[in-house]
T-cell receptor
Framework: AQKITQTQPGMFVQEKEAVTLDCTYD???????LFWYKQPSSGEMIFLIY??????QNATEGRYSLNFQKARKSANLVISASQLGDSAMYFC?????????????FGAGTRLFVKA | NAGVTQTPKFQVLKTGQSMTLQCAQD?????MYWYRQDPGMGLRLIYY???????DKGEVPNGYNVSRLNKREFSLRLESAAPSQTSVYFC????????????FGSGTQLSVL
């Protein structure tokens, strides 16, 4: 069975500092995709970044980067130079291609608080 | 650019009542999904439709039915609502199977009393 684990229910970070949000996963699929989504207090779900299991390099999107360690089955999100607008809920998600089929599963989320 | 549109945004039901949540996407996506979000549990997949004409169960399908009306529309029906179905419901779509990202609607907050 596939599983996503986010062990940090809440995190605090000072504005302009970097923060790492942890994500570990479990799957038997040889090919899979890992995603991070942001959910601000307004409630919408916003796609941030994607990492394919066979991608050689870690994904980056602006201030977001994904620290992908395949052997450890971790896919941590790094936000550099935190801004007040980064305060939100962050979800790690995974989508397999064999046993996972069309299902994208989500972790429980980490709530990030950015302090001024 | 509407993207994924869900209706209604809010709904209050009494136990035993039925209702249908509507979802439509205008991005010509093949796959559509219904998730529910509960505090501390992330998003859990209820049902999905890989392509027009197909539907499959997700992680928590009990108490729900779905209809893929056409390529654009995917509805979720609660036949006899229960308090345990109080949740925020999200519809999402993606280009296809594989590893594409999901595009989400704005959510429906449902309370069952």
């Amino acid at each position: 069975a596939q599983k996503i684990t986010q062990t940090q229910p809440g995190m605090f970070v000072q504005e302009k500092e970097a923060v790492t949000l942890d994500c570990t996963y479990d799957t038997s699929d040889p090919s899979y995709g890992l995603f991070w989504y942001k959910q601000p207090s307004s409630g919408e779900m916003i796609f941030l970044i994607y990492q394919g299991s066979y991608d050689q390099q870690n994904a980056t999107e602006g201030r977001y980067s994904l620290n992908f360690q395949k052997a450890r089955k971790s896919a941590n999100l790094v936000i550099s130079a935190s801004q007040l607008g980064d305060s939100a809920m962050y979800f790690c998600a995974m989508r397999g291609t064999n046993t996972g089929g069309f299902k994208t599963i989500f972790g429980a989320g980490t709530r990030l608080f950015v302090k001024a | 650019n509407a993207g994924v549109t869900q209706t209604p945004k809010f709904q209050v039901l009494k136990t035993g009542q039925s209702m249908t949540l509507q979802c439509a996407q205008d991005m010509n996506h093949n796959s559509m999904y219904w998730y529910r979000q509960d505090p501390g549990m992330g998003l859990r997949l209820i049902y999905y439709s890989a392509s027009e004409g197909t539907t499959d169960k997700g992680e928590v399908p009990n108490g729900y039915n779905v209809s893929r009306l056409n390529k654009r529309e995917f509805s979720l029906r609660l036949e006899s609502a229960a308090p345990s179905q109080t949740s925020v419901y999200f519809c999402a779509s993606s280009v296809g199977a594989k590893r594409e990202k999901l595009f989400f609607g704005s959510g429906t907050q449902l309370s069952v009393l």
